[in-house]
């Protein structure tokens, strides 16, 4: 009767076959870039204005950035932005291959950037930068003003404990998961910060005693304790030098509203052919029942789990106590020495033919 009430209340909506596929392509993987710092009706794309520029990737440290353009004509310091991008283009130039904050190991032991011209005072760069901004648009073409932003994250470490995640889409009434191979959450990258920061500090200390590069050895440990496993130590310094010896992959980046986009969206549905292909493909069968797959998917400790295995019923007396095991309702009575105060009274009983009916509390 419960069960009728329950279905009434919530009644099923719909119902759909699930299709799983291993992977879209042998030599393709799925990203997943979230933008926390951006509103969803604003996503980077033609329509807004804002498709990203480029994008890299150093697939071994899971490091993921790409550029986006900003509106150099609407609320922005030009002034600024030609020191910035001056200074972020020189930067970049003298490092090659390398890059700022992390993934460029936080210019520990890498080429730095070079200062300003001997001789050459802070008011010689504000009159440079005041030539520049003559000829705005083709300082923006030049990359001498930034035009742009960088957004950036590490992808979440693929490991057990992690979640997995997956992609799924609708057809009819159909639901096509793929897995996602990472996970990266993207935000402001202050590379042009970073840039004009080394920048300023070469030019202070170019005439200095102190002002020759002086390589020193920076080691950095940092500890990690995880839940029944013994504590290791891993040298931070191995990590960023590790992350900035690999080099950067370029990738095209396609809009969401291309033909090309959509041609690889119909990648994610299986049975390309249509009904008949899927009637084909291998139905996959669990080999668990109910109670088994919710104790797999528990904790250790969770006491629903602990429920379902074993119930203990005790009464108030010292000696008396009543275990049930199992789900099939088999009792075992286990009477201790001594006697039980509770004076059980015995049961009345009941005419022949009276029925009785007993029902299992779910």
């Not at 419960?2 to 719909?14: L, R, T």
């Not at 980077?44 to 509106?71: A, F, W």
């Not at 840039?195 to 300023?200: G, S």
Request: net charge negative; proline share 5%; charged share 30%.
């Amino acid at each position: 009767m419960a069960e009728n009430n329950i279905d009434e209340i919530d009644p099923i909506k719909a119902s759909y076959d699930v299709y799983l596929q291993p992977r879209v392509h042998t030599d393709r993987q799925v990203y997943v870039l979230q933008y926390p710092n951006r509103s969803s009706d604003k996503p980077y794309n033609t329509e807004c204005h804002s498709q990203p520029l480029k994008l890299r990737v150093k697939p071994n440290s899971g490091m993921v950035e790409i550029d986006v353009p900003i509106d150099t004509y609407n609320n922005y310091d030009r002034y600024k932005g030609v020191e910035w991008g001056e200074a972020l283009k020189e930067s970049t130039a003298a490092k090659g291959k390398g890059s700022h904050g992390l993934p460029g190991g936080f210019g520990i032991g890498g080429i730095q950037p070079r200062g300003r011209g001997r001789g050459k005072t802070e008011e010689d760069e504000r009159e440079a930068h005041l030539a520049t901004l003559r000829n705005f648009a083709g300082a923006i073409e030049r990359e001498q003003a930034l035009g742009k932003q960088t957004l950036g994250g590490q992808a979440v470490a693929n490991s057990e404990t992690n979640p997995k995640y997956m992609v799924g889409i609708f057809r009819k009434n159909q639901l096509h998961l793929t897995p996602v191979d990472h996970m990266v959450q993207m935000r402001p990258q202050f590379h042009h910060i970073d840039a004009l920061a080394e920048h300023k500090k070469l030019f202070a200390a170019r005439d200095s005693a102190a002002g020759a590069s002086v390589t020193r050895a920076i080691h950095m440990t940092v500890k990690s304790s995880i839940d029944g496993e013994e504590d290791s130590t891993d040298t931070m310094a191995q990590r960023i030098a590790a992350t900035q010896a690999e080099d950067w992959e370029h990738h095209h980046y396609i809009d969401e509203n291309t033909d090309e986009s959509w041609t690889q969206f119909e990648h994610f549905y299986i049975g390309d052919n249509g009904d008949e292909a899927l009637e084909r493909l291998p139905r996959l069968a669990t080999a668990l029942l109910d109670n088994e797959y919710l104790d797999a998917v528990s904790a250790p400790g969770d006491e629903a789990r602990l429920s379902r295995s074993t119930k203990t019923k005790k009464g108030k007396g010292k000696g008396k106590e009543m275990e049930v095991v199992g789900t099939k309702g088999e009792a075992i009575e286990d009477e201790s020495s001594g006697v039980s105060d509770i004076d059980e009274e015995p049961a009345p009983e009941r005419p022949a033919d009276e029925d009785v009916t007993m029902s299992e509390a779910a």
